[in-house]
């Protein structure tokens, strides 16, 4: 009997600490499903997830990004409309200008009360739960 075992990724909220109201990064994805998403990906055979992460940053928004603390795990079998992944999420800090590359056809910087509305994946529940997690501590429960 074969198993069939979701995909592990990373994906990342990077805030520009470098800026006022520190920002975070998002890109607009160049592949399906289209739409704006945390620069993230697939965690390759024999890598660690907070390496995945750091690579993940560098290849998709240039940055050099400091791992803060991983924040959650996202797992709904749903949340990808390619395959069941499940993320673990990682909250990030760099400084200077990100560049779209990889995977991104666009990246934009954006503070919390000017968000894109057309999210992918569950991108848009991992951002409510940081935001409520940034500004009152209350983390995503399970």
């Known amino acids: 009997m074969a198993y069939r075992n979701p995909t592990p990724t990373v994906d990342l909220i990077i805030e ?13 994805r160049l592949n399906p499903p289209y739409g704006w998403a945390l ?4 965690v ?12 993940e940053a560098k290849e998709e928004v240039g940055l050099q990004v400091e791992l803060i603390e991983q924040f959650h795990v996202y797992s ?3 949340r990808d409309p390619r395959q069941h992944t499940l993320s673990i999420v990682f909250l990030a800090i760099a400084q200077g200008t990100p560049q779209a590359g990889d995977d991104a056809k666009h990246l934009e910087v954006f503070e919390p009360w000017r968000l894109p509305t ?10 409510r739960d940081y935001w409520r997690y940034r500004h009152y501590g209350i983390r995503p429960t399970l």
């Open 16 to 28: 520009l600490s470098d800026r006022p109201h520190q920002p975070i990064v998002l890109i607009e």
């Open 118 to 127: 057309n999210l992918c994946f569950d991108h848009d529940r991992i951002l």
């Open 44 to 55: 390759d055979y024999g890598e660690a997830v907070e390496t995945a992460a750091k690579r």
């Open 76 to 78: 709904d079998p749903n």
């Open 39 to 42: 620069p993230g990906g697939f």
